[in-house]
């Protein structure tokens, strides 16, 4: 049976993750190897890999693989056949497994071995699918799902328990894909190629577009117009201005009541704005509460230098709001620093802000259309459509799709005005509806080619009875 056509709770699975020295996928190396397959998860592919460059400080300090610890492994053409004999004939699955397959693809063309996959999924992808954008993105990272499907995480940045702790979020999330409809690895690689703008971030970023391999040619046009706003916007628009830095010194405690006092969820460590050398967030404080107490210290009285993220992530204050969500997606933060021209850190940039700027004009008046109290609350939403059409037309939306966003307000105006009527009804002593009926929005905005001038066509439907009379007296 070929994988596609298989349940994905039967297709062999071996998850996968490196360990490596940086976040070039096209640059950098590979220090250490993890995969677990699912049929038989004793089978399991462990190795340090000597990568023949020194693994940066900033580096170590996440993965804390150092030098000395991979002196004496052995280089990748050694490792490379057991990890081909591993994956053969599976489906490799990996939290931002793209990254991890161009980093292989570079490192296996670099030495000149023979190195290939026939079928890859990311979870991320696949949560994307499941969660929806704005969840993952304020989830963040494979810590966040994993806490999110209550999957124990255990050597977290260690090659071997991601792979596990992936391979544990994919198990739990089954029941859910399935009851959306995601049966078949083929439904999954339909799916998360329907994922444009995540797809166009890995792409941006060097990495291997799993989705494309898969998707047949009608599910993966090539990533088609990607939504404009992230293009037009910049960082300084959005930035907050909220910024809250603290010596490396200051306790947990001391930060928690910072935090609360500025409403920030994060602090940046350092002297002063020009020499940061972390970050903070509340979430890193809640996992410090929450792991068992084994040192005298308590968790109040940690230093922020002991659990610090560092190097911190930034972008310009001049940026455009994409790279923003590139770096974030690429490094999996929440957090990221903004700079000015002199290189000193102005402010930053929550993912939770990001969704936030996010609600288009659309949202906008949809929101005003289903919660109007009234005929001029609808008229006030309908009166914002010009402007939407002029932000679609210059972000070169083709006409056909405008005049569908427009049809579809209108409808939505339609389906509050019946509401609306009816209510009215009630409240001049009319009493509800004598019988069942129904409004048909016709003509062009019930065809989806509705323009802004348009006259509208409607009518009512309503079922027989005996007293056509008072019906008619109801309804007309």
Request: overall charge negative; hydrophobic content about 50%; charged content about 20%.
């Amino acid at each position: 049976m070929q994988l596609a056509t298989m349940p994905l709770d039967r297709v062999p699975v071996v998850s996968l993750d490196l360990e490596t020295t940086g976040l070039r996928a096209r640059a950098d190396r590979i220090v250490q190897i993890g995969a677990i397959q699912s049929q038989d998860e004793l089978a399991r592919f462990a190795a340090l890999v000597q990568p023949g460059v020194p693994i940066p400080p900033a580096t170590t300090r996440i993965h804390g693989i150092t030098d000395e610890m991979v002196s004496r492994a052995n280089a990748l053409p050694l490792v490379m056949p057991r990890l081909r004999a591993h994956v053969a004939g599976c489906l490799i699955l990996g939290y931002n497994i793209g990254f991890d397959l161009a980093v292989l693809d570079a490192e296996a063309a670099r030495h000149g071995l023979d190195w290939g996959w026939s079928a890859a999924l990311c979870l991320r992808q696949l949560a994307t699918c499941l969660l929806g954008p704005e969840t993952m993105m304020m989830l963040g990272d494979l810590e966040a799902l994993a806490d999110h499907y209550r999957v124990p995480v255990i050597d977290r940045h260690t090659a071997l328990g991601d792979a596990a702790i992936t391979l544990g979020i994919y198990h739990r999330m089954l029941p859910g894909l399935a009851a959306r409809g995601i049966v078949t690895l083929g439904d999954a690689w339909r799916e998360v190629a329907k994922l444009d703008a995540l797809r166009q971030a890995n792409v941006t970023a060097g990495w291997v577009d799993v989705a494309a391999a898969h998707a047949a040619p009608k599910d993966h046009a090539p990533l088609a117009r990607i939504d404009p706003y992230p293009y037009q916007h910049r960082i300084s628009e959005l930035m907050l201005d909220c910024l809250l830095i603290m010596p490396a010194h200051a306790t947990l405690a001391e930060a928690a009541a910072a935090m609360n006092e500025a409403s920030s969820d994060c602090v940046f460590v350092g002297d002063d704005a020009a020499g940061i050398v972390g970050i903070v967030s509340e979430r890193d404080i809640v996992r410090q509460v929450r792991i068992p107490v084994t040192s005298p210290v308590r968790v109040r009285d940690m230093k922020l230098s002991t659990i610090m993220a560092s190097p911190v992530i930034t972008v310009s204050a001049d940026d455009f709001m994409h790279v923003a969500l590139g770096r974030m997606s690429r490094f999996d933060i929440r957090h990221i620093g903004v700079l000015d021209e002199t290189g000193a850190l102005v402010s930053w940039v929550s993912s939770r802000e990001l969704v936030r700027q996010r609600v288009t004009a659309a949202l906008v008046i949809g929101d005003r259309l289903a919660t109007a109290e009234g005929a001029e609350d609808l008229a006030a939403g309908l009166r914002m459509l010009p402007t939407l059409t002029a932000s679609l037309t210059r972000e070169g939306v083709p006409g056909q799709d405008i005049a569908a966003v427009i049809s579809g307000q209108y409808r939505a105006a339609l389906r509050e005005a019946v509401r609306l009527a009816e209510a009215m009804m009630r409240a001049q002593g009319q009493g509800d509806p004598p019988v069942e009926f129904a409004v048909l929005m016709l003509g062009s905005a019930a065809r989806g080619e509705s323009l802004l001038a348009a006259d509208q066509d409607h009518a009512i439907l309503f079922a027989d009875s005996g007293d056509d009379e008072a019906n008619r007296a109801w309804f007309m």
